[in-house]
């Protein structure tokens, strides 16, 4: 639940940053198919964490000092939403003055997506199929495992349970009740 | 004062961290996955950040001239998106394989059983 609603901020966050597609994928993506996954994950095995020590003495200062370096490294970006950050200032330019004549798409972040980095995409779709068939060969092999114990382990009982049925009279419905009461006397 | 406009990476500092902590501090493997989600949005939140440009609208194409945050990033991270989701999903299906092969997924508890044998 933490997590769907964790992936709808994020897609608020998006929007806010005038990235709309961006927030579409996040919350179709984000907070539909992954909080199903996890929640499917946490039914399969088990929501019950062990409470043990955390290892926050190592994890800690490895954090600390990680954190640190990054906002140093930060001091010399860009400020936030300024228009002459140099990521503004190459290829992005043409790509808004003649994506429209050229692909006759109004909204760009498409028309880059689907046209000029067409083939960036199709590698997506490859990945996607082969993360797919990663799942499918591994959660086939779990359940084939399940299955096949399955019908192993009833047989080792059949003998005794299933004999003294056979050595007394045919069991059908009329006789069961009879049977019951020569069972409790 | 200057510094002040920084505060975008600063959240994904931030953010980043946390993923990172619960990723390197918890023995549960579904913490683990969770960690690593959270590092991914960081990263996604830096890009989408960095492509804002103040006074801009969203790049759609009104016929009008206007200013438009940097498409670029908005693209890379679609794509991020979508191939982070089949990370996740191909990793918790190895939890789930895990689980059918040591009964936990507590890492300790799955390292003390490799070390038995």
């Known amino acids: 639940m933490l997590s769907g609603i964790y992936s709808l901020l994020s897609a608020?966050?998006?929007?806010?940053?005038?990235?709309?597609?961006?927030?579409?994928t996040e919350a179709a993506v984000g907070g539909g198919i992954s909080t199903v996954l996890l929640l499917g994950t946490l039914a399969l095995t088990g929501e019950d964490s062990k409470p043990r020590r955390e290892r926050w003495r190592i994890a800690l200062p490895v954090v600390l000092i990680t954190g640190g370096a990054l906002i140093y490294g930060t001091l010399d970006m860009p400020r936030y939403g300024d228009p002459n950050a140099p990521?503004?200032?190459?290829?992005?330019?043409?790509?808004?003055?003649?994506?429209?004549?050229e692909t006759g798409l109004p909204n760009i972040?498409?028309?880059?997506?689907?046209?000029?980095?067409?083939?960036?995409?199709?590698?997506e779709v490859t990945v996607i199929f082969t993360a797919g068939i990663g799942v499918m060969v591994l959660l086939g092999a779990a359940t084939r495992r399940r299955r096949r114990p399955a019908p192993?382990?009833?047989?080792?009982?059949?003998?005794?349970?299933?004999?003294?049925?056979?050595?007394?009279?045919?069991?059908?419905?009329?006789?069961a009740p009879e049977l019951a009461k020569e069972d409790r006397a | 004062m200057e510094l002040l406009g920084l505060y975008n990476y600063w959240i994904v500092v931030v953010l980043m961290m946390?993923?990172?902590?619960t990723v390197i501090a918890f023995d549960n493997l579904v913490k683990k996955i969770v960690g690593l989600t959270i590092f991914q949005t960081s990263?996604?939140?830096?890009?989408?950040?960095?492509?804002?440009?103040?006074g801009g609208t969203a790049p759609i194409l009104t016929g009008e001239p206007e200013v438009f945050s940097n498409p670029l990033p908005h693209v890379l991270i679609l794509t991020a998106i979508v191939v982070?989701?089949?990370?996740?999903?191909?990793?918790?299906?190895?939890i789930v394989r895990i689980r059918e092969a040591y009964g936990t997924i507590e890492e300790d508890e799955i390292q003390a059983q490799d070390d038995q044998q």
């Open chain 1, 12 to 24: 608020g966050l998006f929007v806010t940053l005038d990235a709309v597609d961006v927030a579409f």
């Open chain 1, 87 to 101: 990521i503004h200032q190459h290829v992005v330019p043409r790509y808004i003055q003649d994506s429209g004549q």
């Open chain 1, 109 to 123: 972040v498409t028309s880059v997506l689907a046209s000029y980095r067409g083939y960036d995409t199709m590698g």
């Open chain 1, 152 to 175: 192993a382990e009833p047989e080792p009982l059949e003998p005794e349970t299933i004999e003294p049925e056979t050595a007394g009279p045919e069991l059908t419905p009329e006789l």
């Open chain 2, 18 to 21: 946390a993923g990172f902590y």
């Open chain 2, 43 to 54: 990263v996604f939140i830096f890009y989408i950040s960095m492509a804002k440009v103040s």
């Open chain 2, 84 to 94: 982070g989701i089949s990370t996740t999903a191909l990793g918790l299906a190895l």
